[in-house]
């Protein structure tokens, strides 16, 4: 899927921060977190060696009733 869609798909409810970077050569290079609007508490992350991947197996992680 592209990044439009994936980003596209994150439910209006939340909000989410990706970043790129390590701090160890043996970490995944893209994170992401998505978040509640109302409270800031985090409802998914996940780590991957593309944004696109990190953002997929977040959106697979967030609470069945955002799916």
Not at 21 to 45: F, H, M, N
């Given at each position: ?52 991947d ?14």
């Amino acid at each position: 899927m592209a990044l439009a869609e994936l980003v596209a798909a994150i439910p209006a409810q939340y909000f989410w921060i990706a970043g790129k970077g390590r701090i160890k050569p043996s970490e995944p290079l893209y994170a992401i977190r998505i978040l509640d609007a109302e409270t800031d508490a985090v409802v998914a992350q996940a780590e991957a060696d593309t944004l696109e991947d990190a953002i997929a197996h977040a959106l697979k992680s967030l609470p069945l009733e955002a799916a």
